[in-house]
């Protein structure tokens, strides 16, 4: 009988007052998340079906202050709307480039680096992203910047003018989580973009029926009428992994081949999965 209204209102103040003083937290907190040395890239493989060889790796941002880690889907919404998002993308897209180097050039594997909107907004965006392969010496044709769906805010067959001049550079643009914005399938044959990633969402727990693989299959087809590579995301089983492969989908990334972690892991799954 205490469960009534009253119980749910004194509930609810400290909720909110929560939300905001997280909100709070976290941007003072991340604001010396760099001169601090908290954050951290991982790494994640992207591998070719069947023999799960790395051709791609896919840079994630680590925070761990003093008080232990905090997730990205916690931080990163608070770093976009803050603008930190800017400053500490900068830094991640010239860790990742260094990083990259070496092993594009020992297993010619290209690097991906999560770009947000609020990024694409700064005037300098497409300078400095030259500046880093400069300094980095990473070739154009090994960077590849993921972006969502809404990049193209409503206008599919234009992408913004930063980005145009990065693709005329060699740089790759990949859509990340497709099918989860509002774009149909109906704009694929228009995007202007290089690679697809697939949401783990739409990715078949099974074998299924047909329905269930619609939207995949519709997503494989499309791509390989225009030659747009499809990346299936969040494998976590070997079952999945062939069902995709039977798709047609030879493209993937998930747990089940490596998760994402510190440079080493990623060479210990270098050495796992392309021997040489
Ligand atoms: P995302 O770009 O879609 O990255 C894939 C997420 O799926 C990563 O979560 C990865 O750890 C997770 N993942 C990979 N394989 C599997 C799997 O088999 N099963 C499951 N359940 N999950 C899997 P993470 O690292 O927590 O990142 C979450 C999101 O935060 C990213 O989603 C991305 O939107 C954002 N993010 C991460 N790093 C950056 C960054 O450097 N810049 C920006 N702008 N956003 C980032
Ligand atoms: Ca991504
Ligand atoms: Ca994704
Ligand atoms: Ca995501």
Do not use: M
């Not at 494989?220 to 976590?236: F, K, M």
């Amino acid at each position: 009988a205490k469960r009534g209204g009253r119980d749910r209102v004194v509930r609810y103040r400290p909720e909110l007052r929560s939300a905001r003083e997280t909100f709070t937290r976290i941007s003072a907190g991340l604001r010396h998340a760099v001169e601090r040395g908290e954050l951290a890239v991982h790494y994640q493989p992207v591998v070719e079906l069947p023999g799960a060889r790395i051709v791609a790796v896919e840079a994630l941002l680590r925070w761990t202050p003093a008080d232990g880690p905090v997730p990205p889907d916690d931080f990163i919404p608070v770093a976009e709307e803050t603008g930190l998002i800017v400053p500490i993308g900068a830094w991640i897209l010239e860790q990742a480039c260094r990083a990259a180097g070496t092993w594009h050039e020992r297993f010619g594997t290209s690097i991906t680096v999560n770009v947000s909107v609020r990024q694409l907004a700064e005037p300098h965006f497409a300078d400095e992203v030259l500046a880093v392969l400069d300094r980095t010496g990473l070739p154009a044709a090994a960077l590849v910047l993921e972006i969502t769906e809404s990049v193209f805010a409503g206008d599919a067959d234009a992408l913004p003018d930063a980005l145009a001049r990065l693709r005329g550079h060699g740089i790759r643009i990949a859509i990340d989580d497709f099918g989860t914005g509002y774009s149909s399938l109906s704009y694929l044959n228009q995007l202007p973009v290089d690679i697809l990633k697939i949401d783990r969402s739409f990715v078949p727990s099974g074998p299924g029926s047909d329905g269930d693989h619609a939207f995949t299959r519709a997503v494989l087809q499309l791509g390989s009428s225009r030659s747009l590579p499809a990346i299936a995301e969040g494998i976590e089983t070997a079952e999945q992994a062939e069902v995709l492969h039977a798709l047609g989908c030879r493209l993937a990334q998930g747990y089940h081949f490596a998760k994402p972690g510190p440079a080493s892991q990623l060479e210990a799954a270098f050495a796992r999965l392309n021997p040489v």
